[in-house]
């Protein structure tokens, strides 16, 4: 078949998710044929150019297609109702990663071109994507949302291009080119020509690219406009250069997009204004190497931490006794002096020894963030991985991809056995594993020391830092005040420091005060947060010793109320001085930590202190099976810790605080009931509701937890509900159901949905009811389906035409509880409706299709990124039956039945040009454990899930064609479905 990439082909997209987004958006927008490009002109160009070059015209296909975001408007696709923030971040996140793509193959040693910055340049542009993709889901007709998928896509497409081996590279340019071609054309620009004149310019060396902007006509002022009001002018200065210079960078311009991917990461989470501003910051006003590091050490309690700490910095350090421990955070001042002939290798290193008693654990997530250098210390006699895993997941969920040093404290001479391929394969960002004896030194500990030192001198996420100048006066100006004693200083005092530095606005020293408090300098909270307090910390360890104190105190008094009279007693000598004053400082904190709530303007309560054993399930209330909802939330990992005591926190006004304990919470509705249980040792969070208005606060609980696991950096949990049997048998269940029959009803939202737009139904695995249909339950935990995506009811969206039936929901920004403010938890019609069960049918062959593509494409990409051109080789072989099939999808009529003479045509068809026999060869594949397929497959993670669904989905692709059928048995679980 002729390879020609056309914007209405489907080129192999990295998810299944994206497959189907792809699809959507090709039939709806049906681009004419005209916008074509011819894949193997582009490939032939590609195969003959160098790794740079490739990565080159990548960066420079993604560059053009910039514009294209924005043709009318203010990006406002990007708008979320609850968080403007988001806008900027989407938009940061496409820039960055045309940035990456151009930097990275000149710098193989710096931080851009480590994998795990490339890798979160490539995913958070296609978040990008995805949130312009829905955008115009919603909306149907928004073709700026349509062209900003395909730039985002792009920029992404561009940053893997730069970070592979040069056979993957060229497909990802090649992709990027696709993906540009495909923005312009949404605008009715053919943007062909100029790539192709792109590849022969690069080929020949000449350098003299087409650059002239009046080919987007209107869509580049728009685009820079829409930059302008967005305070993002600076983005839109640097491009114009950009076109102006011909695509040619200097020295100088490299140092600038250096300079702007070294930009803080506190900074760049609040999206491409603030970057934008933090840069022409550092080049009007003079830039200044930060040149602080901070060492986070974690571990249970007697690991060893404060042992580590002292040696650290003297390695010859008397050991503490054997009844010190740490209370809450200890921090250590240690200064690296320049080495000799590197001035720029001095670095002001603070070191945090956090305390290991598990009840302060919930407070540990306030103090570590990324740009960190993580020790996590294994006590060799005593810990199980299960431990070991558990910091793991909380730096992850913390601290990103920040270096992990795993110091294996060894105490005797037994040997300590740590899984490190299996930790290193789930946590990449582990740098070693050290068999250390700390209390007895020697050269082990050295070594390790001298790594920790390194790694401070030459890691580029502090190394590369800088300010301006300004704002290193003033971080000096603090520093030496709290060198001369001062905790914290009041808000006339640091204007004061301000101006003498230079900072002459009240706007700027505003802003100045958030950079400080972003990057952990001077610690200041606004006063949505905390009234009127106009308190500067300049020692964070001021609050986390105060908070951890307050926890402690708590618990040692088994106390969950801590009152103002408390407060007196808690602070004594030194730390009565310290803190004298600063209850209502510190009591707001807690609460603006979602660590307490209010009881009254004297006290606090404090969730966390509840006691740790679950009541008599005769003081619990009851939740029937029959009469209740139910939701697990459902980890592979550790969960963070006490999530529970927060939901508490953010819902006090229902915490019935005579029954609740430190892992469950019951809350009261009105007449509606709720029981929220956390399990750490089964990784679940489970949420039973009764009552009248049992669906309308379960989906208010729901939403309080989403966001909760959206604050981390690692994937939630996985979330299952309980399958709903219809109301009409609900009283004959009751009687036939026992507790361990019931917990057959689980089903995950993914598995409910899939069946939904199927229109199958979900299988129970119960003897009485072994099928059930998913309406109930889509219905009665208020779950609607568009386009594929589950949306909860609480999402402020106009899905009207999509649905058919009223329904309530509850509007309470559950986040902004105290007892400072009412609110009305009434609820509210908002006249959300149902989806439309006409639109679940049974699949089509083209539905089928697509599944059977989207796993074939999925599996491929993930042989192309092992890099080994074998696999890249099986890659092209299932993309060209997956294309193949996508070809053979025009030639058969939507309404054709099976065995239908239309669909026996097209088989004879799909007989003579060799699809069929390609099809039966690859069912021969899956079905034989010794194909290449199947042990290549195997290495791959998920590689056998991926083969039992390709499978899966063959079957449904040969029932249409008569073709063998794999038997179910080798299908795993997905072969228990039921066929279409």
């Given amino acids: ?65 910039l514009p294209f975001m924005n043709a009318t408007g203010n990006f406002d696709y990007w708008k979320h109702t609850k968080d403007e923030n988001k806008r900027q971040r989407h938009l940061l996140s496409v820039l960055k990663a045309i940035d990456v793509a151009f930097f990275a193959p000149h710098a193989a040693d710096n931080i851009t071109a480590n994998a795990a910055n490339s890798r979160t340049a490539f995913y958070a542009s296609r978040a990008a994507a995805d949130a312009a993709y829905d955008a115009y889901a919603a909306r149907t007709t928004d073709v700026n949302a349509c062209s900003a998928f395909y730039v985002a896509r792009a920029a992404g497409d561009a940053t893997r291009a730069a970070n592979t081996s040069s056979a993957i590279a060229d497909a990802n340019a090649y992709a990027t080119a696709a993906d540009a071609t495909r923005a312009a054309a949404q605008q009715a620009i053919d943007l062909r020509p100029i790539l192709l004149e792109d590849l022969e310019i690069i080929k020949t060396k000449k350098r003299k690219f087409q650059n002239d902007t009046a080919i987007y006509g209107p869509i580049w002022t728009n685009f820079q406009n829409a930059l302008r009001d967005l305070g993002c002018q600076y983005w839109g200065e640097w491009y114009a250069q950009i076109f102006a210079k011909g695509f040619i960078l200097d020295d100088k311009d490299r140092a600038e997009i250096e300079m702007r991917l070294n930009v803080p990461g506190e900074i760049m989470e609040r999206g491409a204004a603030a970057v934008a501003r933090y840069v022409v910051d550092l080049k009007e006003r003079g830039a200044t190497r930060l040149n602080e590091a901070r060492i986070l050490i974690l571990g249970n309690k007697g690991a060893g931490k404060t042992s580590l700490t002292r040696r650290l910095k003297d390695i010859s350090h008397v050991m503490p006794k054997n009844d010190e421990s740490t209370e809450g955070v200890d921090v250590i001042d240690w200064t690296l002096p320049p080495e000799p002939n590197q001035p720029d290798s001095g670095v002001n290193v603070h070191i945090w020894d956090f305390a290991g008693h598990v009840i302060t654990h919930a407070a540990h997530r306030f103090f570590m963030s990324e740009r960190c250098l993580y020790i996590l210390i294994i006590d060799g006699r005593t810990e199980g991985n299960s431990r070991t895993e558990y910091w793991l997941e909380q730096i992850r969920n913390h601290g990103g991809d920040s270096p992990v040093l795993v110091l294996i404290n060894v105490r005797d001479k037994h040997h300590v056995d740590v899984p490190e391929n299996t930790l290193r394969r789930e946590f990449p960002s582990i740098v070693g594993f050290y068999p250390v004896d700390i209390n007895a030194g020697g050269k082990p500990l050295d070594d390790f020391r001298q790594t920790v030192i390194t790694i401070l001198r030459e890691n580029p996420l502090w190394k590369n830092t800088q300010i301006a100048t300004p704002v290193y006066k003033v971080k000096e100006a603090l520093h030496q005040r709290f060198k001369q004693g001062n905790e914290f200083i009041d808000r006339a005092e640091f204007d004061k420091i301000a101006k003498e530095s230079g900072i002459e606005t009240e706007a700027d020293r505003e802003q100045l005060l958030r950079d400080l408090h972003d990057l952990g300098i001077c610690l200041c909270y606004d006063n949505d947060n905390l009234g009127v307090f106009d308190t500067m910390v300049l020692n964070p360890s001021w609050i986390s010793h105060g908070i951890y104190r307050l926890i402690n105190w708590g618990s040692n008094n088994k106390k969950t109320i801590l009152s103002i009279s408390d407060f007196h007693k808690m602070f004594t000598g030194k730390d009565a001085l310290k803190y004298e004053g600063k209850a209502g400082f510190l009591f707001s904190l807690m609460k603006a930590y979602q660590l307490a709530f209010f009881k009254n303007t004297q006290a606090i309560f404090v969730p966390l202190l509840f006691p740790t054993d679950r009541p008599k399930d005769s003081v619990l209330p009851e939740f029937n099976f029959g009469d209740r909802l139910r939701l697990d939330y459902c980890a592979n990992q550790a969960l963070p810790p006490y999530t ?36 750490d040792r089964a990784r679940t969070i489970t949420v039973l509701v009764r009552g009248p208005k049992q669906k309308e606060y379960l989906t208010y609980l729901r939403s309080t937890l989403n966001s909760i696991f959206d604050g981390y950096k690692h994937n939630r949990p996985e979330l299952k509900y309980e399958v709903l049997l219809p109301s009409t048998e609900s009283d004959q269940t009751d009687k036939r159901l026992s507790v361990d029959d019931s917990s057959a009803f689980m089903q995950t939202e993914a598995q409910i949905i899939e069946h939904a737009k199927r229109g199958r139904n979900l299988l129970t695995g119960n003897r009485y009811f072994p099928e059930i249909e998913p309406n109930e339950t889509i219905w009665g935990y208020g779950l609607t389906i568009i386009n594929g995506d589950v949306i909860m009811r609480d999402k402020n969206a106009d899905h009207s035409k999509h649905l058919n039936k009223s329904q309530t929901t509850i509007h309470d920004d559950h986040s902004t509880h105290d007892d400072h403010s009412t609110h009305d938890h009434s609820i509210h019609d908002d006249h959300s409706k149902y989806i439309d069960m006409s639109q679940t049918i049974n699949m089509s062959f083209q539905d089928c299709s697509i599944n059977f593509q989207g796993e074939l494409n999925a599996l491929a990409r993930r042989f192309r990124e092992s890099g080994n051109p074998d696999d890249v080789e099986l890659a092209n072989e299932l993309n060209g039956v997956a294309s193949d099939l996508d070809e053979s999808m025009k030639e058969i009529p939507a309404n054709a039945k099976p065995g239908s003479p239309e669909l026996l045509k097209v088989k004879e068809s799909l007989r003579k040009n060799g699809l069929l026999d390609r099809l039966e060869g690859l069912y021969e594949d899956l079905n034989d454990e010794n194909s290449e397929l199947h042990k290549k497959a195997t290495k791959i993670r998920k590689g056998v899930e991926s083969i039992q669904k390709i499978g899966t989905y063959y079957n449904d692709v040969a029932q249409w064609l008569c073709l063998p059928q794999i038997p179910r048995p080798l299908l795993g679980a997905f072969g228990k479905r039921n066929n279409p």
């Fill in 644 to 679: 529970v005591a927060r939901l508490s926190v953010l819902h006090s006004k229902e915490l019935d605080e005579q029954t609740s304990w430190r892992f469950g919470a019951v809350l009261h509705f009105g007449d509606t009931v709720a029981l929220v249980e956390e399990n």
């Fill in 1 to 65: 078949m002729d390879e020609k990439f056309c914007v209405t082909s489907r080129r192999a997209p990295s998810t299944y998710s994206d497959m189907q987004k792809v699809s959507n958006l090709d039939e709806k927008l049906d681009i004419d044929a005209k916008f074509s490009m011819d894949e193997n002109q582009v490939r032939k160009n590609l195969a003959g150019f160098s790794r740079e070059n490739t990565c080159y015209f990548a960066w420079l296909c993604a560059v053009r297609a």
